[in-house]
């Protein structure tokens, strides 16, 4: 499959890099919100069971209360008719005083109110009839009757009704104890968070906030509203809100409710022992805040790491093509070099050629002497030859020939070494005994040191292998001794010493010369430096500098000194083959 272009590959990247963050940091807020509300429900519970726990502690004195009075020997005398309303209800009003109870009042079996604490007041309840009334008559077939209810200045009342028992266990008159509820919420602390407590009709009668009392909840409404004594006008419904669900959790969202926070989790417990619900509103806020936080938190480090990512990709790209850049630039460089290198090559090897040419014009004259002399000797002994044969003599005859042979044979190697000379060499490097080139190029040589009355002293070894190309070598070993000859023209005497050593991995050639030495050594090996007279079979001031790379070329170094006692001494220095890599 092949590859999409680069930019293709970050588009995808980006688009899946910013869904797989949407996604965490979604998740993140879910989790950390789950996690709050957890929580919140938690603390929740307990403080609606603390709630509850308190409100149940409050009214169960009363209930005590309501149980001991039912059985208080004044009842019963005022029952039995032995003691008096009056004096009944004096005990009533005392025992509300110290116990904090709003009202008690003794009923008789039919329900008829005959002791109140409130007798003195008017009007008192004294002769009403409560066999109606709700507490009454659950207090007919229970141990305890309650009930609820709210007057027309709104203060909310809890009465426990208690039947009066006997001996035959059919009720002879009931004690009912009004508490005032209003009172009893004074008494609790001011909580942070909101409860309230309603009833089965749905109506909030006690809480920690006021503005909660007579509030109505048609959601929590199981009986009618009516069960309950509340002046209708006095309920207004509670507070304007919407609901949210909040990750499983419901969620309140109140619009204008001063005492209510903004966003609350309900938690709800059933209390069943007085019959009601309570609900704590817990703020939701913190935990709300704290999830967003923790989702923004995220979206920032991911949109950081998002940022660096693509600084780091971009200046990646850019690097990359730089470098690409570079890449090119450097290989049309090498391109360039090369094609340099071949060209220069090539004009290297035109050189040499033009300077072993330039030499072979300098040793022409004497090349065609020493040509000319084995041809006029073989002339001499053809005819003598042939006068011997004509004298019958043909054992000397046959003498005559095997000297022209001979002088044949002398000439064939002169040409030999010429053709050698000729040749242009590219070969790669082989192996050459320097003793064997040595020959050769003092061969090329001799008879110009002859004509010119040059002695040519010569110390050499049978073997000295070196790795070289044979036709080069010799190039610059004739070039050296031709430019020795050149320099000792007006020379006495006119000494040529060669020398061929080996020592210590290396091969040494050394050539001599009783000449005037260089005039300035230091140019010798310049291109074009000569002191000789400029033209074909003249100075080109080629030879030295040619020379000097050639021997380069071998691995080897071409220098040159001046003598203490006059004339230049040339030397070759070549990395000598080991016995084993001669042989190979
Ligand atoms: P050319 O022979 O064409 O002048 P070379 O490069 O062979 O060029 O020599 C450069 C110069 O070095 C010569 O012109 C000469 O001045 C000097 N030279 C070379 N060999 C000798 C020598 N053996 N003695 C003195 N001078 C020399």
């Known amino acids: 499959m092949p590859l999409a272009p680069r930019s293709q590959r970050l588009r995808a990247f980006i688009v899946s890099y910013l869904a797989l963050s949407t996604a965490l940091v979604f998740a993140v807020h879910q989790v950390t919100m789950t996690n709050g509300l957890e929580r919140l429900s938690r603390s929740g519970s307990v403080i609606a069971e603390q709630s509850a726990d308190r409100l ?287 060209q220069l090559q090539k004009a290297q090897d035109d050189l040499i050629q033009a300077s072993k040419l330039t030499a072979l014009g300098q040793m022409s004259a004497g090349i065609s002497h020493e040509l000319n002399q084995p041809l006029s000797a073989i002339q001499n002994y053809a005819v003598n030859a042939q006068k011997l044969l004509e004298r019958g003599r043909e054992p000397e005859a046959q003498e005559n020939l095997t000297l022209i042979s001979e002088q044949t044979q002398r000439m064939g190697r002169i040409i030999h070494n010429l053709r050698g000379f000729a040749r242009k060499e590219t070969e790669p490097l082989e192996r050459v005994n320097v003793a064997e080139v040595l020959e050769a190029s003092l061969g090329l040589a001799a008879q110009r040191a002859r004509s010119e009355g040059v002695s040519v002293k010569v110390e050499t070894l049978p073997e000295a292998w070196v790795d070289a190309g044979q036709v080069r070598l010799q190039q610059v070993i004739v070039n050296l001794l031709s430019n020795a000859m050149d320099a000792m023209t007006h020379s006495v005497p006119k000494e040529i010493t060669v020398s061929l050593s080996q020592r ?47 021997i380069g070329s071998f691995g080897g170094l071409l220098s040159v000194e001046n003598m203490d006692h006059g004339g230049a001494a040339f030397t070759i220095t070549l990395p000598a083959l080991t016995m084993q890599e001669a042989a190979e």
Do not use: C
Not at 253 to 263: E, I, L, R, V
Not at 525 to 544: Q, V
């Open 56 to 342: 149940i502690a409050q009214l169960e004195s009363y209930r005590e209360l309501t149980d001991l009075t039912a059985r208080h020997p004044q009842i019963a005398a005022l029952i039995e008719g032995r003691s008096t309303a009056i004096r009944t209800s004096e005990f009533l009003l005392r025992t509300a005083l110290i116990t904090g109870a709003k009202e008690i009042h003794a009923l008789d079996s039919k329900g008829q109110v005959l002791a109140s604490s409130t007798f003195e007041e008017t009007p008192s309840d004294i002769g009403e009839d409560w066999s109606e009334r709700a507490d009454v008559v659950a207090a007919r077939t229970r141990r305890m009757g309650v009930f609820h209810s709210a007057d027309e200045d709104g203060l909310r009342s809890y009465y426990f009704a208690r039947s009066v028992l006997r001996d035959d266990a059919s009720p002879q008159g009931y004690m009912v104890i009004k508490v005032n509820m209003d009172e009893l919420e004074g008494e609790w602390r001011i909580d942070e968070t909101v409860v309230a407590f309603f009833d089965s009709a749905g109506v909030g009668f006690v809480s920690n906030r006021p503005t909660l009392a007579l509030t109505y909840d048609a959601s929590l409404a199981q009986v009618p509203i009516g069960t309950f004594d509340y002046p209708e006008k006095l309920l207004s419904p509670l507070a304007d809100h919407s609901v949210t669900a909040g990750n499983g959790r419901t969620i309140w969202k109140f619009s204008n409710a001063t005492a209510m926070p903004d966003h609350a989790l309900v938690v709800s417990k059933d209390v069943p022992l007085i019959e009601m619900t309570v609900r704590a509103f817990m703020d939701a806020g913190p935990a709300l805040g704290e999830a967003r936080l923790m989702a923004a938190l995220v979206a920032a480090i991911l949109s950081l790491f998002g940022l660096g990512f693509a600084i780091f990709v971009q200046s990646r790209a850019r690097l990359a093509d730089q470098l690409r850049l570079e890449a090119e630039a450097n290989s049309k460089l090498e391109a360039r070099v090369a094609t340099r290198n071949a």
């Open 504 to 550: 210590r991995g290396q091969v040494q050639l050394v050539i001599t010369d009783t000449g005037p030495g260089l005039a300035d050594i230091e140019r010798a090996f310049e291109p074009f430096y000569t002191t000789k007279e400029i033209g074909a079979s003249k100075g080109l001031g080629l030879g030295l500098s040619i020379s000097y790379g050639i």
